[in-house]
């Protein structure tokens, strides 16, 4: 029981360049989020997926899309990858259990953009 | 606009002390406040959480106060240890519709010897 993978662990881009980050979960949780992770900013919310086939905008969205490819795995894509993007990115999951919906996270993927 | 506040944003203390983090939220919606507990080069890690129906919760050294009517709530670690040193992350939920959380901006604790 891996719980959250996220792929890859580290990723230096160029200004301009594209990159998709993968995440998976074995633990057949409905939802999926994606936060960045920055100094002094805490967790900021990218985008989730309440459900499989859904998916919806957090607080910094600029800049990124989604995928929710099936009920396992929510994938960050950024287009065109600027500085301002270097960050630690990392993948949740999360269900309804009685009165609780603890977020598992991922280890994190650390991003430079150059 | 930041809706979830938390204080101090670094904390030092000594083995066997009391360590406190405070939080305050915005949104009278929000009906779930967790605690996450960061490593280095980890993850977060779910703490401890409670509901907005009970003033304290108690699980071993942690303790969460709340306060609904100042929209408050905090963490206390007793006897504090070296092994608590991490990054410490309230949180704010709205149950349903994703059941996502905002995080405050996190609180780096050093416990020293």
């Known amino acids: 029981n891996a719980g959250v993978t996220q792929t890859p662990k580290f990723q230096v881009l160029k200004t301009g360049q594209s990159m998709t980050l993968q995440c998976a979960q074995d633990m057949n949780h409905n939802s999926m989020y994606w936060y960045r992770q920055d100094p002094g900013m805490g967790l900021r919310l990218i985008y989730y997926s309440a459900s499989e086939g859904t998916t919806d905008k957090g607080e910094v969205p600029n800049g990124y899309n989604v995928s929710r490819l099936n009920k396992r795995e929510f994938s960050l894509r950024l287009e065109s990858a600027a500085p301002s993007q270097t960050s630690v990115y990392f993948c949740a999951s999360s269900e309804l259990l009685g009165r609780s919906y603890e977020q598992y996270f991922g280890p994190g993927t650390r991003l430079t953009v150059t | 606009q930041q809706q979830v506040k938390q204080s101090p944003q670094s904390l030092i203390v000594q083995k066997g002390g009391i360590s406190i983090i405070n939080c305050a939220y915005e949104?009278?919606?929000?009906?779930?406040f967790p605690w996450y507990q960061q490593f280095p080069g980890k993850g977060p890690a779910l703490l401890i959480a409670?509901?907005?129906?009970?003033s304290e919760k108690k699980e071993g050294r942690f303790t969460i106060s709340f306060n609904k009517s100042a929209k408050q709530f905090s963490l206390h670690i007793m006897d504090s240890q070296p092994g608590d040193s991490a990054t410490y992350f309230c949180a704010a939920g709205e149950t349903g519709g994703g059941n996502k959380l905002t995080f405050g901006t996190g609180t780096q604790l050093k416990v020293e010897l």
């Open positions: 949104n009278t919606a929000f009906d779930y």
């Open positions: 409670i509901r907005p129906d009970v």
